[in-house]
């Protein structure tokens, strides 16, 4: 049988590692001296977790990675990821074997769960280094910080455990009014964290701080920052851009019809917008199950010939509609694009975020398997 032709999808994301290189150079001025975890959950929030692992670690602009469940830590040491990872939760029950055997660091956070990961271990025959996940304020994960020094005696119990590390979260970080809760929050961990030393030894890698953190707060006796978002380019707070990051990752496609339209005329399901004036219409092959949100029915924009067009009705499963305006000239075969520039204009994850009530986190992961991604500007 014929081989059938390759045929790439009618989307794609670019993603420019040189950028994250140089967004991840930025957490380390800021970090002081802190070693950089670069978290790649969520398949590098959509940007290809192994791919930006990899060049972070060619170019050392990483020292740690950090993952959301075991598979995501197996595939970067299957793709070739030397340097520690850590899962930021804690493990399933039934996945703990799987976890201990990854060689990834493991997060605990209460009895129950601290002895399970230690029976697995011995089970295993493994030496597990673990980091306790302390809760000061997110509600996520974790006991409080009084509970630390008791927690740390209980995994030195563990003969195959070993306690590595210790760490919160904050949920605060990325607002200035949220300043003084996170100021209380890193404090109240480092005095747990100091009598958990005093009295058991030092604790070699100690960290609270996500982007937010990185970019606006006195990290004090901290070893160890853990940053997501900037490295891809994004301030978690879109109004403060506290630091020169530059977005990574661009997402294009082309226009696949056009028409000319006359007033009156209704577009998408629900026939949701009516054309006030003679216009073009473009069709751009992506929806929702690319990951352009359906929130953005009659209010995202799309740059086509340099110009920001708006989303007119409803966004389909897999195709777009937007008005290119009355005398555009578009053809099919444009380019249209979703997220990066066009001569000049810029869409970002964060207008497209605004625009779906959503933040850039869930924009850019929210791209999904149907995009093909490409990857530029490796170091080598
Ligand atoms: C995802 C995550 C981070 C990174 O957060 P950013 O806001 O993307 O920098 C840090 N710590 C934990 C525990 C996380 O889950």
Redesign the pocket.
């Known amino acids: 049988m014929a081989s059938m032709p390759y045929c790439p999808s009618p989307s794609q994301a670019v993603v420019d590692l040189a950028a994250i290189v140089h967004n991840l150079g930025q957490v380390r001025e800021q970090a002081g001296g802190r070693q950089v975890?670069f978290?790649v959950?969520?398949d590098g929030?959509g940007h290809g977790a192994s791919q930006c692992a990899l060049e972070a670690q060619r170019t050392n602009a990483a020292d740690w990675f950090?993952v959301?469940n075991v598979a995501e830590g197996q595939k970067l040491i299957a793709a070739g990821i030397t340097r520690p990872i850590l899962k930021?939760?804690p493990a399933l029950p039934h996945d703990l074997d799987a976890a201990a055997t990854s060689g990834m660091r493991l997060t605990v956070t209460d009895d129950t769960n601290i002895a399970a990961t230690g029976r697995s271990a011995r089970r295993l025959a493994r030496t597990v280094k673990v980091h306790i996940?302390v809760d000061t304020g997110?509600g996520?994960i974790g006991l409080p910080a009084g509970e630390l020094l008791r927690l740390a005696d209980l995994v030195d119990r563990e003969p195959n455990l070993e306690l590595e590390g210790v760490?919160t979260?904050l949920p605060l970080?990325?607002t200035p009014d949220g300043e003084d809760f996170t100021t209380h929050q890193i404090e109240d961990f480092l005095a747990a964290v100091e009598r958990t030393a005093t009295s058991r030894g030092p604790i070699a890698q100690v960290?609270v701080?996500?982007?937010?953190a990185?970019l606006g707060h006195d990290l004090g006796a901290t070893t160890m920052v853990?940053?997501?978002?900037?490295?891809?380019g994004y301030d978690?707070n879109p109004s403060l851009q506290r630091a020169n990051l530059r977005p990574a990752l661009a997402w294009r496609s082309w226009v696949s019809f056009v028409k000319q339209v006359a007033p009156g005329t209704n577009i998408g399901y629900g026939r949701t917008w009516t054309a006030e004036r003679s216009t073009t219409i473009a069709t751009i092959p992506v929806g929702y199950a690319d990951g352009f949100p359906r929130l953005l029915s009659n209010r995202g924009v799309v740059l086509l010939g340099g110009r920001r067009c708006p989303v007119v009705g409803r966004v389909c499963m897999d195709q777009i509609m937007v008005d290119a305006g009355p005398h555009a000239g578009t053809k099919v075969g444009d380019e249209a694009v979703l997220i990066g520039s066009q001569a000049g204009e810029t869409i970002t994850a964060d207008d497209m975020a605004t625009a779906a009530e959503t933040i850039s986190?869930e924009i850019t992961s929210g791209l999904t398997a149907r995009v093909d991604r490409y990857w530029i500007n490796a170091s080598q």
Not at 226 to 232: D, E, L, Q
């Open positions: 975890m978290a959950k969520g929030y950090a959301a930021l939760s996940g997110m996520r760490f979260h970080a990325d960290h701080a996500n982007s937010g990185v853990r940053t997501g978002i900037a490295a891809y978690p986190y």
